[in-house]
């Protein structure tokens, strides 16, 4: 990107935009992921921000402020903080129920009958009678697909 822009400039173009993220999307983007795995709203990771850092903000603008005032370090420890509250809730739901889960929402029960093989995109891995002709890098294939036939 840099050697293309010196490029332009010296033919007169415009230059390309940067797209590459910088740390502070990154970590961004690590604390959004890590507030959607154990469903926690951003209205929850506001009052933190308040508390913790002291930024006047709501749940609307919470990654606004974060981008703007604080710096990478602080939303990494908003990360660490979101997903050990996660760990403590999934810890007291497996207490009360029971039952482990890796996340909140993977109920077992709450699984279809024949489980997710009838939904669309499932991939049905069974063993295939009969040797499989290795591919050019050795990888046999024991993955059946509905519209496929099984090769010898």
């Known amino acids: 990107m840099p050697i293309y822009n010196r490029l332009a400039s010296y033919l007169g173009c415009a230059p390309v935009k940067d797209r590459t993220w910088s740390e502070m999307d990154k970590a961004i983007h690590n604390l959004r992921d890590a507030m959607q795995r154990y469903e926690i709203t951003p209205d929850y990771l506001a009052e933190i921000v308040r508390d913790q850092l002291h930024l006047p903000c709501t749940g609307r603008d919470v990654y606004q402020a974060l981008r703007n005032w604080a710096a990478e370090e602080h939303v990494r420890h908003l990360m660490y903080t979101v997903i050990n509250r996660?760990?403590?809730?999934?810890?007291?739901?497996?207490?009360?129920?029971?039952?482990?889960?890796?996340?909140?929402?993977?109920?077992?029960?709450?699984?279809?009958?024949?489980?997710?093989?009838?939904?669309?995109?499932?991939?049905?891995?069974?063993?295939?009678?009969?040797?499989?002709k290795a591919t050019e890098r050795g990888f046999r294939s024991n993955i059946w697909m509905p519209d496929q036939e099984v090769q010898p």
């Open 86 to 132: 996660g760990r403590a809730e999934a810890r007291k739901m497996t207490s009360e129920t029971g039952q482990e889960t890796y996340e909140p929402h993977a109920d077992p029960c709450t699984m279809p009958p024949g489980k997710l093989a009838d939904h669309v995109g499932a991939v049905r891995i069974v063993p295939t009678p009969g040797p499989h």
